[in-house]
């Protein structure tokens, strides 16, 4: 038997054994599918490597990109040895089983390359922050709990601007909570709202602090119904009512929600406790709650020390002596928010705009061609650097009469659609990720068009 058949009846043994783990060995090699001789007889990386006269090289992109590397890829490649490795060929070789032993030599290692690809985030940096409510669900955005704590006090039950103090203010709050986003969540808390002012009910009255519409999203008829069931009572335990919302909100802390509580009262602190103090521990505890104070027709001391108290607390306050002023007030945080968006809309486009360039050449710099910004592309580099060493070993196998020249051309012309199908899938990726990218800016871009539109629109309903 020759030793040309001897090879040829070795090699379909190899392949036949090879092939027992997933299909029985049929009568033709040819057969076989470039995924099957990816996993199987073109592994280079395996611990007993294929001879170079086995191997076969892949005939798909799926397969080129997997197959490699071979002996002399990457910092292994030595001109000289590889060289000496092409002296070695046999001639009469033909043009395909010249190229598959050249891929044995030189196919550079595109893995680390695919994973690039696979695992490249096509999110565009910003460190704006987005202004509190819910109105994508594919995107992580800002919680706002909003706790309301209104005084119920007996001097509640004076006039201000020829209606009382009570009522106007519950009207306010209504007209301000029925503003709040869409997901925003309210409570409200009333205190100081048993007993009388008189003395002897202020025992009862220092004690009295009801939570009365738990933290939850608004609802017009609950949230009007427990407004709608005090009316003013007795004394003003401000600081206990602020201790009280510290444990409302308890369970609200984390860096994606945002607290306020607001205090509408009209007077200081009457039950002996220290509000600059519970102000204090509310904003610095993990809650980081700020108490805002809108002060109902309170006098000069009463305004300082109201003014202590929201300073404590990391808010502001404020003064307030007509209905109109109340509600302006109450309704001064929403054009605030909506400022907010309009703030975070024009700074999400100019992020996109500047670090979506970045994002771009990060992607080039894996699988685009190098130009302007970007020097090197990882895909484009290796795949030329492979293609140069493959197109110098066999000039260098024709040059030294190892194979002719139909063989030369034919073995060019196998490298040559290499080349076009590992371009083609370069070029697909790159737009891949670049049609990624753009997404995802204009994600961003419509969701901060969208909360500034929603804050605008409900505006213009109150």
Known sequence: ??????????????????????????????????????????????????RPEDFKAATTVEGMLREGPGKYA?????????????????????????????????????????????????????????????INKDVKVQNLNVEILLDSSGSMAEKTDGAQRMELAKQAIRDFVSSLPKGARVSLRVYGHKGTNSPKDKALSCKSSELAYPLSEYDAGRFNQALD???????TPLAASIQAAQRDLEKEAGKDTQNIVYVVSDGVETCGGDPVKAAQSLYQSDIQAVV?????????????????????????????????????????????LRQEWEIYEGKVSWDMLFNGIDKHNEAESI??????????????????????????????????????????????????DRYQKLDDYRLKEEIRLSNEIEAYKKRMEDRAKRGRQQVEEKMNQN
Request: charged share 30%; aromatic share 10%.
């Open 292 to 336: 805002n104070i809108i002060g109902f027709d309170v006098d000069d001391a009463g305004q300082q020390a109201l003014q202590k108290v929201a300073e404590a607390g990391g808010g502001t306050y404020r003064t307030v002596r007509t209905k109109e002023d109340l509600k302006a007030e109450l309704e001064r945080r929403y054009e605030e």
């Open 229 to 235: 069931s005090f009316k003013p009572g007795g004394w």
């Open 74 to 134: 990457g910092n292994k490649y030595d001109k000289a040895k590889v060289q000496a490795e092409l002296d070695k060929f046999p001639k009469g070789l033909s043009a395909r089983e010249v190229y598959n032993r050249l891929i044995y030599y030189l196919a550079e290692d595109y893995k680390p390359i695919l994973k690039k690809v696979e695992e490249f985030n096509p999110a565009v940096p910003t460190d704006a922050k987005m202004p509190a409510s819910d």
């Open 1 to 50: 038997m020759s030793q040309m058949v001897k090879r040829k009846v070795l090699s379909v043994f190899i392949v036949c054994c090879l092939s027992l783990f997933t299909a029985a060995c049929g009568s033709s090699v040819s057969g076989q599918t470039d995924s099957h001789q990816a996993n199987t007889q073109n592994t280079m990386e395996k611990k007993k490597p294929i």
């Open 367 to 416: 699988v685009g061609i190098p130009s302007g910004d970007v020097k090197h592309s990882l895909f484009w580099d290796t795949e030329n650097k492979e293609r140069d060493y493959l197109n110098d070993a066999v000039s260098y196998l024709y040059q030294k009469g190892i194979i002719d020249s139909d063989t030369y051309v034919e073995v060019g012309n196998l490298i040559l």
